[in-house]
């Protein structure tokens, strides 16, 4: 009990003392990234192999684009655990921000998951100012210096006490993960007609020339479907960038990522037009069987 009142204690204090333009900044860091766990904790599919939103699939498209792509190569073999970690990491180090628990280092630890980030999904942003992981990196690195003060070095010592509070924030930042799995909604079907024995996507005569379907290919993923004059063709929907659900503009002819801009043209194999990846969109192998578009 004592602990807790402490814990509690210490964080109030820490909010008096400091100045209203490091509040600020500590509030908008430590929010931020207490919902970036929440977003994976709520995510039934982010651990669910097969799924649109796999972490494993992030890292194989990392793997692929990144100047360090080699280091992503074993994390693929356990990307469930990876991504186990991040998501209890990410709520760590919010609540550490928030509650004045271990502060450089947690600083650190934000500034260092911000770079990881930038040189893993957004490195060849073009104009840099569209990806957001540099920005947060320069405000995790000021937010350390302003708390580093005139100290010189890093002291990563803890006493007794601070060791307890890592330890606590660290059982808190569990909880929160489990605590997200109750909210998560259902990992998409995979057993609607394009997944089943048959693989059968829509009929032919449904989908006239220059339109476009979308639907869920055998693995689960997402997927479009175009039909020219040519015949009938089909792309994954995950970005190669960061593992994003691309769709198809009309007006552009191209299909785009709402995230972080990435675009790839459909009539020439899916290739990059525009964005931070430089690797098209997957084919997957359609015809034409009868009356019916199915997945081969």
Known sequence: MKL????????????????????????????TWIYAGWNKATDAGFLTAGSPTFIGTQLSAYSTQSPVGFAFNKLIEHAVLVGGFVMVSEFAIG?????????????????????????????????YFLASDTAYAILWLSYFLLINGKRKGFEMSLERRGVLRVG?????????????????????????????????????????????????????????????????????????????????????????????????????????????????LAKIKVAVSGLWVIEA
């Open 4 to 31: 807790i009142q402490s814990y509690l204690s210490t964080a109030a204090q820490s909010w008096r003392t400091q100045t209203l333009a490091l509040r600020i900044m500590r509030l908008w860091l430590g929010v």
């Open 95 to 127: 609540l550490a921000t928030l509650l004045w628990v271990a502060p450089r280092l947690s600083a650190f630890a934000g500034f260092s998951m911000s770079v990881g980030l930038w040189l893993a999904s957004s490195f060849h942003s073009s104009p």
């Open 168 to 280: 606590l924030t660290g059982v808190l930042a569990v909880a929160f993960a489990g605590v997200g799995k109750f909210f998560a909604n259902a990992v998409p079907s995979t057993t609607n007609s394009a997944a089943s024995g048959s693989a059968k996507i829509i009929k032919l005569a449904a989908l006239k020339v220059g339109d476009t379907a979308n639907f869920v290919s055998k693995n689960g993923s997402p997927a479009v479907l175009f039909r020219t004059k040519k015949g009938v063709f089909a792309y994954s929907a995950i970005c190669t960038h960061q593992g994003c659900t691309v769709s198809y503009s009309p007006a552009a002819k191209l299909l785009q990522c709402p995230c972080h801009g990435a675009q790839y043209d459909p009539l020439n194999s899916a290739r990059v037009v525009n964005g931070p990846t430089q690797t098209p």
